[in-house]
């Protein structure tokens, strides 16, 4: 099996399941309503809400690197706002994550072994620029955006129980 097969497999266990840690993100929101992920349970932590957002950016702004554009900020910004705390407004969030994890997994898909080692630029060409992960490797974000998958599930899993 190759690498890049390896790191999506990956990708696909933290949001999916089957990994051995725990739920995955798509497990641990199942049962979550619009009610529960607008609730503010930690006082200066996120709601559930605001991460699903978040994570659903920054899917986004990995896709886009691997498709060759500049590192930067997510377009819709670090932190989304949430606008309305509807039912409806749930699912349409819950749907744009999935398809943001989807369009993701398709993108890492099309890669090769060949291509892991090649570099993420940001607006400072070769410079690291942490805030936006540019100046690291195609490896190093793919291993990242599964970690931040993995972190933000785990944070999920204890507002629920908040």
């Known amino acids: ?7 999506e497999d990956q990708l696909r266990r933290a949001f ?3 990994a051995w840690h725990g739920p995955a993100l798509r497990e641990v929101l ?4 619009a009610e529960r992920a607008a609730a ?3 006082v200066g932590a996120h709601n559930i809400w605001e991460i699903v957002l978040h994570v659903t950016a920054w899917h986004g702004a990995v896709q ?6 500049p590192a930067q900020l997510p377009v819709e910004g670090d932190w989304p706002r949430v606008t309305e705390t509807s039912e409806a407004r ?19 898909a099309g890669l090769t072994d060949a291509q ?3 570099y993420i630029y940001g607006t400072l060409g070769t410079e690291p620029d942490p805030p936006t992960g540019a100046g690291v490797s195609v490896y190093l974000t793919l291993h990242g955006v ?4 993995l972190y933000h599930a785990g944070q999920i899993a204890i507002l629920k129980k908040a």
Not at 30 to 33: F, L
Not at 97 to 106: D, F, G, I, K, P
């Open 16 to 18: 999916e399941g089957g």
């Open 64 to 69: 886009r690197r691997l498709e060759g554009e």
């Open 40 to 42: 503010r349970s930690m």
């Open 1 to 7: 099996m190759e690498e890049i097969n390896r790191i």
């Open 116 to 118: 892991l080692n090649d």
């Open 146 to 149: 599964v970690q931040h998958d």
């Open 90 to 108: 749930w699912s349409e969030t819950l749907l744009a994550l999935e398809q943001s994890y989807q369009s993701l997994r398709r993108t890492i």
């Open 30 to 33: 199942a049962d979550v309503t």
